[in-house]
């Protein structure tokens, strides 16, 4: 967005809201104080008596749009008087026929009626400045749009719904208060009067540190539940990986083939298991490369490991004895960090064996499953035991942080802090301890929205949608 609307401009803005191209139906805003006029003067209501201008807010009118005397369509218009409406100011909704002609003919209408086109992101800009949202709600609406699992679509519902909104702000309140009194004790800094309780403040940069610390952490699970957990399909070539992959998919997606090494490269995909969406990675065989682009491979397959939360390792049960399974799965567990992964042992091929495999107690205590790819056998506990992988009591958790833009300042105000409490430690003097909190309230301010500029939201909101 590169000119940010303020308060005081009264431009009347109209995009078309739903997607472009052509459809059953399109949906065209119109937001400002001249939004009825503007929309008036091509409108014709089927009773006629009804003018736009008195039609009772919150209603719907069907009617004809004209330009002179063309017919342009039959519309339904909805009329929103401020403060209630999305944008917190006039607006009005027309429902067209989807044709693309149509919805650039109204839209041409309504700028020569005096509208200009609204830039991406500037309807919901206006409902922010207009205290319809907070600035984090705000960009829960981007994240809502994009949703495409349920586990995204009810975090994207939290946020919108304040999230950890009123816990930053309770503690940023608090905060000031007390950085308001420090401030005070400056002016009285020649009579050495204590306003500000360093107890007190101790207390709440403890609180804050926890907290904030918290939703740091959270944001790993938060960031892959937006964007799908992954999962990494890993092991020896020919042991079934990619028939793995079009079994869960249900689709022929990767290349099988008897010759190993036929993978070389990963392959992604998207499936949603009641509700939570899996990002499925089907790596190269791990085994001594012969050549450069296979080694290549393998080197990926590993980085794709490290950035799992998931990892099947799929296994040959047919070719390979219980202690060669544990002594690959180890070795596969020094090449990577474990420290926030589950692994399950695939043992695929059951199809190909007649009798249970030796030392099979040496696997109690794994998580193993015994599939056959080829014949889809059990894929169903596969798809199981990734969905129970993941925690509920997370995916519910109103403290999820899901955006890296609010991460990034709970970095910032947990720096800030141990400052805070460091200064505190070496009885540093007043005015010392008020700079080290200053950038802690502005960073804690940057989520809440209490602290914004041009740039800011430019930068949040010139990723929406025209027409959101």
Known sequence: MNTLYKLSDNRTICALSTAPGISAIALIRIS???????????????SKEKNLKDLK?????????????????????????????????????????????????????????????????EFTLRAFLNGKFNLSQAEAVADLIASNSKSSHDLAISQMRGGYFKTISDLRTKLVDLASLLELELDFSEEDVEFANRDSLKILLNKIKNEVTALIESFKF?????????????????????????????EEKAIVSEIPGTTRDAIEDVISINGISFRFIDTAGIREAENDIENIGITRTYQKANQAFIILYVVDISKSSIDEILESVNALKNQIDTSDKRIFIIANKTDMIEESPKNFKNLIG???????????????????VLFESV???????????????????????????FNIEAALENNLSTDLIAIDIKPALYNLGLITGEVTNDEILG??????????
């Open 32 to 46: 400002g104080e001249d939004s009825i006029n503007i929309c008036h003067k091509n409108f014709i209501s089927a």
């Open 57 to 121: 807010q919150n209603t719907i009118v069907f009617g004809k749009f004209f330009d002179e005397d063309e017919l342009i369509d039959e519309v339904l218009i909805s009329k929103f008087i401020a403060p209630h409406s999305y944008t917190g100011e006039d607006m009005i909704e027309i429902s067209c026929h989807g044709s693309i002609y149509i919805q650039q003919k109204i839209i041409n209408l309504l700028i020569k009626n005096g509208a200009v086109y609204a830039s991406p992101g």
């Open 222 to 250: 938060g960031n892959v539940l937006k964007n799908g957990i992954p999962v990494a399909i890993i092991g020896n070539p020919n042991v079934g990986k990619s028939t793995l992959l079009n079994a869960i998919l249900n």
């Open 366 to 384: 794994q998580d193993i499953i015994f599939i056959s790819a080829k014949r889809k056998e059990n894929i169903n506990l596969v798809a199981n």
């Open 391 to 417: 925690s509920f009591d997370k995916v519910k958790d109103n403290s999820l942080v899901s955006n890296i833009r609010h991460k990034e300042a709970f970095e910032n105000v947990l720096s800030a802090v």
């Open 459 to 468: 930068n949040i909101f010139g990723k929406f949608c025209i027409g959101k």
